[in-house]
C-alpha cells in the first residue's frame, strides 16, 4: 500500500508544481502590469528548445547512436558535461533569441514575467503531470488494479515490479522533493532570465556565456544522480538548493538593480 501521507505529498506538488506559475503571472500582472505575451514566449521558448530540439538530440546519442550512448552512459563525468551544457546551451539560448527578436521590454519586470513563463511550463510538464500520474499509479495500487492495467500496457514484470516497490516503499517525504524542485527550478529559470536580458540589453554576451555554464552547472549534480554516482537524493537536493541561492544573490546584487523598476518590484 501506498501511504495516505505520501498521496498527500504527491497532491502538494502537483498544487506547487500548477499553480505557483499561474499564481505568479497574475500577480505580476495585476501589480506591474506584465505582458502576457511575453509569458507565453517564455512558455513556448522551453518547450521548443526541450520537447522539440534537445529532446530527439537525447534519443540519438543516448539511445540510438550505440556507441555515443555506450561511452556517455558509462563515463560519468562525460555523462555530467553532456546533459549539463545541452541544457544550458539549449535553454539559455532559447532565452537569447526570445528577448533580442521577439522581446521589446528590457526591465526586471520583463526578466521576470519570460522566467515564470519559462520555469512555469517546466513545472507544470515536469511537476504537475509527473505529480499526477504518480497520485493515478498510487490510487491503483491501494485498489489493487495497478498490476493489471501495467501488464496490459505490455510491460516486463521487472519493470512493474521496480515501478511498485518504488511507490511502496520510498519514504514519503521524496514525494515532496518534486514540488520543491520545481520551486527551485522556477526561481533559477527567473534569475537566468535576468541575467541573458542583461547581456542583450548592454550587449555584453559573456553574461549570456555565464549563464550557461551557471545553468550547466546546477544540473551536474542531477546529472551524477542519474547515473548512480551520486546515490543519496536529499545531498543532491541540498546542493543544488545551495547553488541556486548563490546564483540568485549573485543576480540580482549584481544585474537586476541596474533596472528601473528593480527598487519597485522589491
Not at 8 to 16: A, D, E, N, P, Q
Not at 102 to 118: E, N, S, V
Not at 205 to 233: C, E, R, W
Request: hydrophobic share 55%.
Amino acid at each position: 500500500m501506498v501511504s495516505n501521507l505520501s498521496i498527500t505529498f504527491m497532491g502538494i506538488s502537483l498544487i506547487i508544481s500548477l499553480f505557483v506559475p499561474i499564481v505568479g503571472m497574475i500577480y505580476l500582472k495585476k501589480k506591474y502590469n506584465a505582458s502576457l505575451k511575453v509569458f507565453f514566449i517564455g512558455a513556448l521558448a522551453f518547450f521548443i528548445a526541450v520537447n522539440i530540439i534537445e529532446s530527439p538530440i537525447h534519443t540519438y546519442f543516448l539511445s540510438y547512436n550505440k556507441s555515443t550512448a555506450s561511452f556517455l552512459l558509462n563515463n560519468p563525468v562525460a555523462y555530467m558535461l553532456y546533459g549539463g551544457f545541452m541544457a544550458g546551451i539549449m535553454e539559455e539560448t532559447a532565452r537569447l533569441i526570445s528577448f533580442k527578436f521577439f522581446i521589446k521590454g528590457r526591465d526586471t519586470t520583463t526578466a521576470l514575467t519570460y522566467g515564470i513563463g519559462h520555469g512555469g511550463i517546466e513545472a507544470i510538464l515536469i511537476g504537475a503531470l509527473g505529480s499526477l500520474n504518480s497520485i493515478v499509479y498510487a490510487i491503483l495500487i491501494n485498489k489493487g488494479g495497478f498490476q493489471s492495467i501495467m501488464e496490459g500496457a505490455s510491460l516486463s514484470k521487472d519493470v512493474i515490479n521496480a515501478t511498485y516497490n518504488q511507490f511502496v516503499d520510498s519514504a514519503s517525504v521524496l514525494w515532496l522533493i518534486t514540488g520543491m524542485e520545481r520551486l527551485i527550478a522556477i526561481t533559477v529559470q527567473i534569475s537566468l532570465s535576468v541575467l541573458v536580458l542583461y547581456a542583450i540589453r548592454e550587449k555584453r554576451y559573456i553574461y549570456y556565456i555565464i549563464a550557461i555554464i551557471s545553468h550547466a552547472i546546477i544540473d551536474f549534480p542531477a546529472a551524477l544522480y542519474q547515473v548512480g554516482v551520486l546515490k543519496n537524493i536529499y545531498l543532491v537536493e541540498l546542493g543544488i538548493l545551495v547553488m541556486a541561492i548563490v546564483l540568485v544573490v549573485f543576480v540580482f546584487r549584481n544585474f537586476s538593480e541596474k533596472s528601473r523598476d528593480y527598487n519597485e518590484i522589491i
